[in-house]
Every structure is written in structure tokens, then in C-alpha cells.
């Protein structure tokens, strides 16, 4: 018999995920918080709605976890009614959400004594890349559940990396994030500065991008700066959850990141302002606010 994949948290990630993984023709038991999602989804066929996530456990031989954050994913995977609760011996349990490395060891370890094995997977790529399909995908954990959960990755991502043991997924991915935030932050400095002392920011960036300065963030990037267009993407709180991520690790570890500790604040900052939902490119508008100046289209 095929294995059954269970499905937790169908939010923006989650869904397009879950769905590619129907599509390719997996057969999966779904649970969401706000349950409509999951019928939604399971309207469609090829999946079913569990009650709990514990029902999702019981019935599935790999279960994939997309939440936001270490509390979320402690509450369903060990909290009452949760993925423990029901989980068989052998299961396979593949968390993409982005969580602490810490919270991600004493989970495995749990998911250990129970017969179970745990690899943390999270992701970059966002909304379009979980919809084409097209994620990066960073994985920690044993090579052998690398191998077994590989054809889904293929599914949800294009490209799988199996990067070391439990908990190295999360780290990469907090590294990845620091590298997201401070480039981000550098290019929104370069603006501001072009801006206001009349160099336009279209030039600016022609100009960067074909010298060591250019780079795939602001390639990304540049078109939400020259419109001001910062819906969402990727959102400020996200980001600076991630940060706190990469702060507590460095933390756990004796590693200083001076610069991410500013942007952190800046993160903050910009949260305290209202911005907490906007796209993590109006770290423009923090640069801007310090300097009294915006940067207009062409100007
Ligand atoms: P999201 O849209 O906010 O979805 C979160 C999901 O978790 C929803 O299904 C939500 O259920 C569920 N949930 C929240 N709290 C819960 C709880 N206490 N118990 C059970 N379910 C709960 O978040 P997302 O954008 O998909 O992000 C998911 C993860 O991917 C995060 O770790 C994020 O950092 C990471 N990520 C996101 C992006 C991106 O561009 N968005 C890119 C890379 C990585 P409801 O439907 O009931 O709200």
C-alpha cells in the first residue's frame, strides 16, 4: 500500500504544498486550525480531514508540519491531542516550518523514544516557489530519512539539500535569513543615500548590479523598491521571527552577529510602526524614516 502523507498547517506555504503533493498523486490526510482549509483542499480529492493532528499521526506513515513558529509546532506535534499522541512506530515525521534548531533537537529526540524519527526541512522560495513547486529546501537529519521523504521534496521543491544532522536545516536556515534581512537592508541604505543626493534609485541599481555589489536579493527586490509596492511576500514579523531564530542560536552557540542584532531592532522598530505585515523590503521605509527622505520612482 501507497504511504499516506499527513499534512498540518494549509496557510500560504502549506496549501500550494499540500496541493502539488495531491496533484503528483499522493493520497494525504489533512488538519488546519481553521478546519474550512483543509475541506477546501480535500473538496478537490485525493485527501481527507482529520479531527486532530493526533488523528493525522494515527493514519499516516510520514507527516509533514508547515506552522509558524517553535510554539506552534511543539503544541501540535507534543502538545495534548497532538502528533505524539497518535504516532506509529516508523513514522516519518518532516517538519518544513522555520523553528529554533533547540526546539527542533528535544523534538527529534522525542519523536526517537516513540520509534519515530523527525528530519527539519524548512524552506526558502516563498508563496511563488511553494506554488511552482520550485522550493529550496534545507534538510537536517539521518541520510536515510533524507532518502525516504527525497521524492516529496522533488514534489514541493527543485532543489533538496541534505546539509548534517538534526537541527542543521534550521541552522542553514537561519543563516539563510541573516544573508535575506542584511542584504536587504544594505541595498535600502544604497537607495536612500543615492536618492538623496539625486542619483535615481533605478540608476543606482543598474549601475550595482553589474559590479560585486549586484546580487540575487536585489534583483528580486528592486522592482518593490522603485514602486514602493510592499504587500506581502514575505512579512517584516516573519522575518524578524527568523532573526530572533538566528540571535538565539548564535546565543546557544557563543557566536556574536553584531549586524543582525541591528537589523533585528530595525525589524522591530518597523513591527512598533504598524509595518509588522508589510513585505521585509520596507526595510526601505526605516532607512527613509532615519533620513527624512523618501525614495520616489526616478528621483
Ligand atoms: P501562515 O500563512 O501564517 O500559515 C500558518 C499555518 O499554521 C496556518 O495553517 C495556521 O492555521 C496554522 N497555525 C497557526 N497557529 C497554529 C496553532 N497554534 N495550531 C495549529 N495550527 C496553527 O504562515 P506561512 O507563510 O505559511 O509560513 C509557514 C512557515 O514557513 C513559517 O515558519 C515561515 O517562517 C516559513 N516560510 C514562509 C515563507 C513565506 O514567504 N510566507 C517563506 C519561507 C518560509 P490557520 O489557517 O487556522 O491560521
Redesign the pocket.
Known amino acids: 500500500m501507497a504511504a499516506r502523507i499527513g499534512f ?7 496549501q500550494p504544498m499540500a496541493q502539488n503533493l495531491v496533484e503528483a498523486g499522493h493520497e494525504l490526510v489533512l488538519y ?3 478546519r474550512e ?1 483543509a475541506e477546501e483542499l480535500a473538496n478537490e480529492g485525493g485527501a481527507e480531514v482529520a479531527d486532530s493532528p493526533k488523528e493525522v499521526a494515527e493514519k499516516s506513515d510520514v507527516i509533514i508540519t ?4 517553535s510554539p ?1 509546532v511543539e ?2 506535534v507534543a502538545g495534548e491531542g497532538g502528533l505524539f499522541e497518535g504516532i506509529k512506530e516508523g513514522t516519518l515525521l518532516v517538519d ?4 529554533s534548531p533547540m526546539v527542533t533537537e528535544e523534538l527529534a529526540a522525542e519523536a526517537k523514544e516513540r520509534g519515530a524519527s523527525m528530519l527539519d526541512a ?6 511563488p516557489g511553494a506554488e511552482e513547486g520550485t522550493l529550496s529546501i534545507m534538510v537536517g537529519g539521518s541520510e536515510e530519512d533524507f532518502e525516504r521523504a527525497k521524492p516529496l521534496f522533488d514534489v514541493m521543491g527543485s532543489a533538496a539539500t541534505h546539509v548534517g544532522p538534526t537541527g542543521a536545516g534550521q541552522v542553514v536556515k537561519a543563516c539563510n535569513q541573516i544573508v535575506v534581512a542584511l542584504t536587504i537592508e544594505a541595498v535600502s541604505e544604497a537607495l536612500v543615500l543615492g536618492s538623496k543626493a539625486g542619483v535615481k534609485p533605478e540608476k543606482v541599481v543598474e549601475a550595482l548590479s553589474g559590479s560585486l555589489a549586484g546580487s540575487a536579493v536585489m534583483e528580486a527586490k528592486k522592482e518593490k523598491f522603485f514602486d514602493r509596492d510592499f504587500d506581502p ?2 512579512r517584516i514579523e ?1 522575518h524578524h ?2 532573526l530572533g531564530i538566528a540571535l538565539a542560536t548564535g546565543r546557544e552557540y557563543g557566536v556574536s552577529l553584531p549586524v543582525t542584532a541591528i537589523v533585528d531592532q530595525m525589524l522591530e522598530a518597523l513591527k512598533a510602526k504598524g509595518r509588522g505585515d508589510r513585505d521585509h523590503s520596507a526595510i526601505l521605509t526605516q532607512i527613509e524614516d532615519l533620513a527624512q527622505h523618501e525614495v520616489g520612482k526616478g528621483s
Open positions: 498540518v498547517g494549509l496557510g500560504i506555504m502549506g488546519n486550525r481553521t482549509k508547515m506552522l509558524p513558529d506552534q503544541e501540535v518544513m516550518s522555520t523553528i524548512p524552506v526558502s522560495g516563498g508563496q511576500g514575505f516573519l521571527k527568523d
